[in-house]
């Protein structure tokens, strides 16, 4: 019937009528969404005098669950159950999915019928038989669990067995036959079951403990199981609402993914598509790790596409770099391709739009064309001859337009209350050479028109991008409708933000520009050449981005910390140990006589146990430790070196300060006189490490160390206005003449390693064969101190 007719019926009462019971009737009647449906659906039932409970149950089911690609076929469905063909839930669900999988598409009703079990009628026997077989196989975990086995999944393999038995009977037979077997229900039955007693846990302190990210779920350990197969890509992607209250529900013809699929062969097609405007940052390796690995993870594929429309901004220098990210990073692109490869796929396509009547050549200058989208105006050339609009846009295919006073716009809803619906350019003039192109156009694509268009001609089977381009869906959809193109799988997911930096590119190429940072691989950026520089795995960003998971929440900023912790967990196993001073001072070791040297073993690994996890390190009476391990008075809480007092230095000789050499101010201390403990009797608590003199009045090898703090003070710098001022000063320290372990001399650029009691290092490629340069990677979680580890 016509939904006028409805208008002025009761919900309330209506709802009564057909067995639903106050409480959900007056739920219902707080969704308007359900409400409408359910008024519809019962009315296209012809119910609305009432119907039994049960039919009423399954109505209510198809007005909240029915799939919206198949509305045209609602009615039949709906004769089926008010005439009692379909009865039960399972024959409901099994509607469903035949009409998902049918669409709008004609279908024969013997396929219908035999797929919902359509007069298919399972005897008492047949229960009661099924129920025996399932009841011996279980029997033994019955009799353990008694009255509290798990009815629900006895009467799932019964529904696997009888897909259409009443499911009212399968339950009355299956407590029937508990009673059978187990007999009364006893108190026991009713007491919850004892947990065993548990020995008590270890105090762990707690800094570790939050360190520690908790045990993965299956989602974390395979995060793409929320993406659909392509075989599923023919359901409704999403419904656009127009402002004259007609909806289009963009989805797939039966025709159109058979064609797709064919050409696919069923597998995953995925794309990373990267302007090729800057370098990239932390956040595009989450795009990266969703796309390529869920390519990866189903066995397909993932192009490496550059998005270069806007011949203005693209640089070779971005589009080398970018190539050499991703592969650094572990993905392995399918194909390289780039937007302007198929610029004359996109031009033709447009003026086959503008044939359709969905676009036309517009004259407004931006600044009122922003007006007009303000105001929800149409432009005066909205509604021009199409003809006119052809031999416009051909004008300025050839180069007869002046730059900036005509674009071609698409024919969308200027009432629509998405602004991304308010007729967005496709194309725009641009007399600048292409960086990839060359000079064979002067009008170029829009972002809006290309990205869609361009991911349907790949084959695209998911559209992966970040939550801001939500609002753009519908037009991604409703431009591939209009053409009558293949429409991929779009989901949204959350953008990666990064306490203590920026990530804008504008925000990004003011600090390289204007000298706030030493480049776009500075190791204080986040961008993915600064991480590296700093030391940075590949593996263990993208163990950082598998963590956080493909999400749409879009609330939350991620600690630095987090993605410090993956840093630490994977240097700790693949950096090896040294030692290396950034602040030396000088111990005299007196009763080691002068000249001589003693070579000693040291761990590159905590737990080395071969020759090869060893190196040596020279032990002579002048060594040098850290400038902080000493104080003139000592404390109980402190674990270094004072007057009178014994350390360990590691992997060598407990030594006892016996003297202190003090500069004219009386406080300085130029150096230390100390005696070391040959026999290692002496126990003492502090373990320090140090680099003595190679040979008598040989100083140890210099080397350089950078140490890299947070670029900014405050966690979220990019809501502030002065963002600049936020600039942390001590975000780069530089020691010139650290001492190191004579083994370090042969470390080569990219080398990682961890200065023990310091953090990780890696050997920077400013480093000279005179000196070395370190940058440090991340501090130590713990230092030696107490522990004396």
Known sequence: MPREETSGADPLELFLKIGLDERTAKNTIANNKVTANLTAVIHEAAVADGCSKT???????????????????????????????????????????????????????????????VGVEVSVQEIEGTVNDIFEEKKSSILEQRYRTNVGELFGHVRKKLPWADPKIVKQIIDTKLYQLLGERTAADDEKPSKKKEKPVKVVDKKTVADAPAPPSEEDLNPFLIFPQPEDNFKVHTEIFFSNGSVLRCGNTKEMLEKHLKLTGGKVFTRFPPEPNGYLHIGHAKAMFVSFGLAKERGGNCYLRFDDTNPEAEKKEYIDHIKEIVDWMGWKPFKITYASDYFQELYDLAVELIRRGHAYVDHQTPDEIKEYREKKMNSPWRDRPI?????????????????????????????????????????????TPHPHAGDKWCIYPSYDYAHCIVDSLENITHSLCTLEFETRRASYYWLLHALDLYQPYVWEYSRLNVTNTVMSKRKLNRLVTDKWVDGWDDPRLMTLAGLRRRGVTSTSINAFVRGIGITRSDSSTIRLDRLEYHIREELN???????????????????????????????????????????????????????????????????????????????????????????????????????????KKTKPKGVLHWVAEPSAGVDPLQVEVRLFDKLFKSETPAELADWLGDLNPQSKVVIPSAYAVTSLREAAVGDSFQFERLGYFMVDKDSTTEKLVFNRTVTLRDSYGKGGK
């Open 55 to 117: 039919v009423g149950n399954l109505l209510y089911t198809v007005a909240t669950k029915f799939p919206a690609n198949a509305l045209v076929h609602r009615p039949t469905l709906l004769q089926y159950i008010v005439s009692s063909k379909i009865k039960t839930p399972a024959q409901l669900d099994a509607a469903f999915a035949f009409f998902s999988n049918t669409a709008s598409e004609k279908f024969k009703l013997n396929e219908f019928e035999e797929a919902c079990g």
């Open 387 to 431: 003809e006119e609009s052809l031999k416009l846009f051909d004008d300025m295919r050839r180069g007869l337009i002046e730059e900036g006073k005509a674009t071609l716009r698409m024919k969308q809803d200027m009432q629509s209350d998405n602004f991304n619906m308010y007729d967005l350019i496709a194309y725009r003039i641009k007399f």
């Open 573 to 679: 196993k693949t950096a090896p140990r040294t030692m290396v001073v950034l602040n030396p001072l000088k111990v005299v070791i007196t009763n080691l006589e002068a000249g001589s040297v003693l070579d000693l073993d040291a761990k590159k690994w905590p737990d080395a146990q071969t020759d090869d996890a060893v190196y040596k390190v020279p032990f002579s009476n002048t060594v040098y430790i850290e400038r902080s391990d000493f104080r003139l008075k000592d404390s109980k809480d402190y674990y270094g070196l004072a007057p009178g007092k014994s350390v360990l230095l590691r992997y060598a000789f407990p030594i006892n300060c016996m003297d202190v050499i003090l500069a004219d101010d009386k406080e300085t201390v130029l150096e230390i006189r100390a005696e070391y403990d040959p026999s």
